[in-house]
């Protein structure tokens, strides 16, 4: 598609050059997508999507794309001559010399109407009219069939006579017939009387204001009763050639746009008629086949073998002058206000009503502005200051009027130097700066009776004398780049650097503005602020800042070309001087948004909302039907997936790659650079591999839990073995310490008791000496025959006790022993560990009671047994282990630590932890605790096994 402006020559100012008014438009041809560049017939359906009859089948154009049905698609014949759409949306159209067929619920579907050779439908709500006028000069009839939309049957097929006064067999606007009855056109609510001059009627087009006839030789413009406002003569009579087509249409702005075979497309400006068919680029013998203008106002061309041109709007054009230098760059406002001058790099014009005049030629470079409301001119040559009456303004040599007094004036001059001019001199003098930096000055400008002095690398505020130029500060922000451009708005600072616009707040960037409407700003030539918005004149474009709505200006929809060095705002005109025109654009096309873009969502040839697509499937393409005729490469595009952000789209057709399995939520957004955005959105369910199903994770689940279960359970089971065998292991060791001590013992007693029967023996007292020996060699059997065992009887137990103590009290003499026994204890069943009584015991006696002097020591051994649980006490009436008698000076047994009390401590552990559920503790305390002798107590808790 080519993006260019239409020319539309006109003489400008004397003889000097020629204006050249251009029409923006776009042209679409084979390249574009069109099937074929010879176009027959142009409409549109309910949608707004422009339809298209060509030689090569039915397109339909969407902004964007060309889509096109051929004979593949049902078409009879791809040579389609014309397309109309009924009131229900079905397309109809003529294939040249076969049926007349229609479009409905996207199929093609023949009628029995033979269409033969007609070449035009027109159609009312009610029926259609299909007829030729190639042959009506030559037998002065044309052949025509009228068929009715109820029943789709022929009611009239034959050659008729042309009428007196029209053309066609009926005249239609709208889908509505346009009665011609008693000289009179009727309709709607009008009945305008058809003037005497008017002779043959080819077409009427009702406005607002005044209705438009097309005749033979003549368009006429008549009020409603009748009365002639305007008589223009054709450019050619339409009856020159039988055979020649012409078409006529009047677009929203009343501008009458007339084709006529061989001679071109003309429009209506000034009762002229003014050819714009070379500045198409066709030849005027080269065939305009059609003209359609759009709901919106848009103008559409059909041409032959010359493809497709539109014109979005007639109220934006652009100045040109041919063979000359297009570079405008500046705008001052007359004093009166009713003209404005408009400079190009080297020349100087005045607009005025709509037409662009040629006041100076120059061979150095123009600048104009204003001062105080007055319009200067800027010269490079040195020359007094003074005003020109014949153009209007204030010519001063330099760059920028700073100061105009009564007698001199201040004017900078370049570099870093101002002038200083008295009136009507051509002397002037020059002051420099006192900054020893070499510099040049781009800009200063003059806020709150301060000079700003901008040198491209900093602002700073500066003030001057008749002698020098002085820096007063330096501001205290810090711009790194190169600054193009500042202005103040009311307090604040806009500053252009870095592709962007920094806002200044005292002396603090408060904000930077980087883009508009999403589009990036490029490099950015003046800020110029008129009435509430500002403009950023910048090398891609306009921008337009506004509280009411930002707006891009560019190449696509409004300018001549993108490098943007002005703009200025005069009767309701936004002219804007590029480096290739000046273009001028309506100022109420820029007070409302432009419309928002249609779009539909296709996968493959399917439109769609929701999708469903297998697992193994990892690329999905989609692609965005979207309609748009405001300017396509203006164009924006972005989507996302799920809550994720926004992405840019170059292109309509998106590919995803790798969705997630489950619900995908594709949302997308389109937009013109002015609208707002149209969005859509549809949900693509990918399905989930077998192995993320429910019951696939489910059952990994139970197989998972389950090992971690088997798993647990094998720890569990080893731990328990291991602690088991760690058990075993402890009480085998305890048995065999248990073995140890009883083999250690034995000895001591051993030594102890043949001591007592040396003593026996050498006193002569046989029969003690005897019985000693005899109890000494019982107790000796018992330790010996269960010392290997972990459990004894209570009752070898309570004899192998009650021998140690007899023993034990023949060597001491001064305590007597005790034993009480329940009387539900069975001593033959109930055993015991080995040897945890007999340490304590010997305790008892040589810690306990052997120090009495009183003899009167005495040691109790106590059995209980409640339920499974046995009892055991071992009492005696010492002074304990951790008090001292009257005639001991440390407490009794304070430093000792029995090994054998030790060792029946870790047996007792080990069987607890043996056997968790049952009760092994010891426990010691004093037997008397309010005694002075409080004696020893211990107790021993066993749970008897079975």
């Known amino acids: ?122 159609e009312t709500k009610d029926k259609f009219f299909l007829y030729t006028l190639q042959n009506r000069y030559a037998n002065k009839c044309y052949t025509y069939n009228e068929v009715s939309k109820s029943d789709w049957k022929v009611t009239k097929s034959k050659n008729f006579k042309i009428p007196k006064k029209i053309a066609p067999p009926i005249l239609v606007q709208n889908k509505k017939e346009i009665q011609v009855l008693n000289n009179h056109l009727i309709y709607n609510k009008y009945k305008v009387p058809i003037p005497n001059e008017v002779k043959f009627v080819h077409k009427v087009v009702f406005t607002k204001n005044d209705v438009w006839v097309l005749e033979e030789n003549f368009l006429f413009s008549i009020d409603f009763n009748g009365v002639i406002l305007k008589k223009i003569k054709l450019p050619q009579s339409l009856s020159v050639n039988p055979i020649y087509k012409n078409d006529f249409i009047v677009d929203p702005q009343n501008n009458c746009w007339l084709s006529i075979q061989s001679k071109g497309l003309f429009i209506l400006k000034n009762n002229n008629w003014n050819s714009i068919s070379e500045n198409l680029g066709l030849n005027t013998t080269e065939n305009i086949n059609f003209l359609y203008c759009d709901r919106k106002g848009k103008i559409w061309i059909a041409t032959n073998e010359n493809g497709l041109f539109c014109i979005p709007n007639t109220l934006i054009t652009a100045f040109r002058f041919k063979n000359k230098e297009n570079y405008f760059n500046g705008f001052a406002h007359s004093k009166d206000k009713k003209s404005l001058f408009v400079s190009s790099k080297f020349r100087l014009y005045s607009y005025k009503n709509e037409t662009l005049n040629l006041l100076q030629n120059s061979s150095l470079e123009i600048k104009i502005g204003n ?61 420099n700066s006192k900054i020893e930096k070499k510099e040049k000055i781009k800009q200063i400008i003059l806020h709150q009776n301060e000079y700003y002095f901008n040198n491209s690398e900093k602002i700073n505020i500066r003030t001057f004398n008749d002698h020098f130029i002085y820096k007063k500060r330096d501001l205290k922000f810090n711009i790194k780049g190169y600054i193009e451009d500042f202005i103040f708005i009311k307090d604040t600072m806009w500053i252009a650097a870095n592709n962007s616009v920094y806002k ?35 090398n891609n474009g306009l921008f337009k800042i506004s509280a009411n709505g930002n707006q891009v200006l560019n190449k696509y929809n409004f300018l001549p070309n993108n490098d943007v060095y002005n703009v200025a705002l005069f009767n309701n005109e936004l002219l804007v001087a590029t480096k290739d025109g000046l273009g001028k654009i309506n100022n109420l096309l820029l007070q409302k948004k432009s419309d928002k873009p249609i779009f539909d969502i296709f996968y ?65 957004r389109v937009k013109d650079v002015n609208s707002d955005w149209a969005t859509n959105k549809i949900q693509i369910n990918r399905a989930f591999p077998f192995y993320l199903k429910w019951w696939f994770i489910l059952v990994v689940n139970i197989l998972v839990v389950g090992l971690i279960y088997f798993i647990y359970r094998h720890q569990i089971a080893k731990i328990k073995r291991n602690k088991q065998q760690e058990i075993i292991t402890n009480n085998k060791v305890a048995e065999l310490r248990q073995s140890a001590l009883s083999a250690m013992m034995n000895p001591h007693f051993v030594f102890n008791s043949l001591n007592a029967i040396q003593y026996f023996v050498n006193s002569n007292q046989k029969e003690k000496s005897s019985e000693h020996l005899g109890k000494l060699a019982r107790l000796v059997r018992l330790f010996l025959s269960h010392a290997s065992e972990p459990f004894i009887s209570l009752e070898d137990e309570i004899k192998r006790l009650k021998i140690y103590l007899e023993l034990e009290k023949v060597r001491f003499n001064n305590f007597d022993f005790n034993f009480n026994i329940d009387d539900k204890i069975d001593i033959n069943q109930i055993k015991i560990p080995n040897m945890i009584v007999q340490p304590f015991i010997e305790n008892a006696i040589l810690h306990g009671v052997s120090h009495l002097k009183e003899n009167d020591g005495k040691i109790d051994l106590n059995f209980r047994l409640k339920k499974e649980v046995l009892t055991i006490e071992i009492i005696d009436n010492g002074y304990g282990i951790t008090h001292t008698s009257p005639k001991m000076s440390t407490p009794n047994n304070a430093s000792h630590i029995s090994k054998g009390i030790v060792i029946i401590n870790e047996r007792m552990e080990i069987l607890q932890q043996s056997y968790p559920e049952k009760v092994f503790i010891i426990k010691q305390q004093d037997a008397f605790p309010d005694a002075i002798r409080k004696g020893h107590k211990v107790i021993i808790v066993v749970t008897i096994l079975q």
């Open 1 to 122: 598609m080519k993006s260019v402006f239409l020319i539309l020559f006109t003489t400008v100012f004397s003889s000097f050059s020629n204006a050249q008014i251009q029409y923006k438009f776009n042209h679409f041809t084979t390249d574009d997508g069109l099937p074929t560049n010879s176009i027959y017939c142009i409409t549109e359906n309910n949608n707004g999507e422009i339809i298209l009859g060509t030689d090569n089948g039915l397109t339909f154009f969407n902004g964007n794309n060309f889509k096109t049905l051929n004979v593949k698609d049902g078409l009879i014949n791809p040579y389609i001559v014309w397309v109309s759409v009924d009131e229900k949306g079905v397309i109809w159209f003529i294939n040249y010399g076969e049926k007349l067929q229609k479009y409905e619920n996207n199929k093609i579907q023949n009628t029995t109407i033979f269409s033969e050779y007609y070449t035009q439908i027109i």
């Open 371 to 431: 001062y105080n409301k007055v319009p200067i001119l800027y010269l490079p040559i040195n020359e007094p200051i003074h005003w020109d009456t014949k153009l209007q303004l204030l010519k001063v040599t330099g760059k920028i009027l700073l100061k105009n007094e009564k007698d001199k004036h201040y004017v900078f001059a370049g570099n870093s130097s101002i002038n200083i001019s008295i009136k009507g001199k051509y002397d002037c003098k020059s002051i």
């Open 504 to 538: 200044v707040y005292n002396e603090k960037i408060v904000d930077r503005i980087t883009q508009i409407n999403n589009v990036n700003i490029d490099v950015i030539h003046k800020i110029k602020p008129i009435g509430e918005a500002v403009y950023l004149c910048a």
């Open 604 to 668: 493959y040839d399917s439109k769609i909302k929701k999708l469903e697509i297998p697992s193994y499937q990892n690329l999905v393409k989609i692609k965005l039907a979207i309609q748009n005729y405001n300017s396509p490469k203006n164009q924006i595009i972005q989507y996302k997936i799920n809550t994720t952000e926004w992405t840019n789209s170059q292109s309509t057709t998106v590919d995803f790659q790798s969705l997630s399995y489950g619900k995908n939520t594709l949302i997308f």
